[in-house]
C-alpha cells in the first residue's frame, strides 16, 4: 500500500507579510527534508485539486466563506482578517487548494489508492470556526475532510487526533454535536486559543491540557491512559490528523519539548488504531510548526512512520 503526499504550488503563494511566521518558507523547509532524509521516492506525490463550494459549506457558513472570497485585496496588499490572520491576492487559491487537499486524500484512502496521505499545505486550519477564520487558519482543513468521510462517503465513526501545541478549538466546535466523531488531542494551557478547558467536554471530546515544557514523557503517558484508550473505545473506521509540530521543543512559538522521536511514536500508535478497525486509513494535514528545520525533520518522522520505512 502506498504513503501519498497532496501539495500544491498555489500554497506558498499566500503569505502574511515577511515577519510572519506561517511563512511560504516552511512548505520548502519539508519538501528540501524529505530530499534530504531519502524518504521523497517512497512518497506518491499528488497535486491538490481546488475544494469545492459543497465541501467548504459542510462545516463553514455562508457569510464566513464570502469574507474570505469577498475580501481578497489586489497584488501585494493585505486584508486583515484578525491580529495575526490576514489574505493576499493568493490567499484564496491557497485556502482551496489546503481544503481540496485534505477532501482528495479522504477520496483516495476511502477509494482504496492510498493506505495513508499526508497534506504539506498552508493555510492552516484548526483554528477555523464554523463562522469565522482565525489564528493564521482560513478554512477548518482535517473538518471539512471529515465531513467528506462522514456526509458523502457515508462512514459511521470518525476520529481526528490533534497534536498541534495549540489547542483545535474551530474543529472542536465543528463537531461539538456530532456524535460520530472522537476529537482528542493534548494541548499547551494555558495558551492560545485559550479555550478547550471550559464546561464539560463530551465523551466524543477528549482534550488534555498541559503545562509549557511538557515532554515527550509526558506525551507517551497522555496518549497511554487518555487518548488511545477513547480511540479503542470509539473503533474508528478512519483516523484524520491534524498534525501540528509546534510542540517541538526547537519551536519559538510553542513552549514544549517534542523531539522528532515523539511524532514518529505518536504517529506509530494512531497507525496500531488505524490498522485495527479502519483498515489503516489515516489522513494527516499539516496544522502549525515554525522553526523550519525542526519542522522538516518532524514532518519527515512522521511520513517515514506513516509509509513504513523503519527508523534509522
Ligand atoms: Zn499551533
Redesign the pocket.
Known sequence: MTTAIFSHPDCARHEMGDWHPESPARLQAIADQLILSRIDPFLQHREAPLATRDDLARVHGSQMIANVESNIPALDDYYPIDGDTSLNAHSWQAALRAAGAAVAATDAVIKGELENAFCAVRP?G?HARPSESMGFCLFNNIAIAARRALDVHGLKRVAIIDF???HGNGTAEAFANEPRVMMVSFFQHPFYPYSGTQGPAGKNDVHVPLPARSDGRVIRTVFREQLLPALHAQQPEMLFISA?F?AHRDDD??GMSLVESDYAWMTEQLMQVARQYAGGRIVSSL???YNLSALGRSVAAHLKALAGLAAE
Open positions: 492552516p484548526h498541534d501545541v495549540h501540528g509546534d512559538i510553542g496544522e502549525g510548526g
